[in-house]
């Protein structure tokens, strides 16, 4: 019932940026705001990991391999969540996914269908 759907991929050369954005239809009511979301990844043969996670006091975390060139961000009144992706390199392709997370980092809904970033020359 909850809907994520992940925008802003695609394919760019190494050092290049992208800003990846997320909706959830449930969102657009205003009592719907999850505390803490994240942005992971899953690249070819690979585990899905956590890249990047906010809580609603901006407080951010990020795995050391995108640390500096990631920052996650979100609007609270649009119900919006960002990721700018800046310095790209071809490790960072992979699929893109976002979602609320529990206090331990799990995901909390269904998997949306992801948005593809691909970095190569």
């Known amino acids: 019932q909850v809907q994520l759907v992940e925008s802003g991929g695609g394919l760019v050369q190494p050092g290049e940026s992208l800003r990846l954005s997320c909706v959830a239809a449930?969102?657009?009511?205003?009592?719907?705001?999850?505390?803490?979301w994240g942005w992971f990844r899953q690249a070819p043969g690979k585990e899905r990991e956590l890249v990047a996670s906010?809580?609603?006091?901006?407080?951010?975390n990020y795995a050391d391999s995108v640390k500096g060139r990631f920052t996650i961000s979100r609007d609270n009144a649009r119900k919006r969540v960002f990721l700018q992706m800046i310095n790209l390199k071809p490790e960072d392709t992979a699929v893109y996914y976002c979602?609320?997370?529990?206090?331990?980092?799990?995901?909390?809904?269904?998997w949306g269908q992801g948005t593809q970033v691909t970095v190569s020359s």
């Open positions: 449930r969102m657009i009511t205003s009592v719907f705001n999850p505390n803490r």
């Open positions: 906010m809580n609603i006091d901006s407080n951010r």
């Open positions: 979602n609320a997370l529990t206090t331990d980092n799990q995901p909390k809904y269904s």
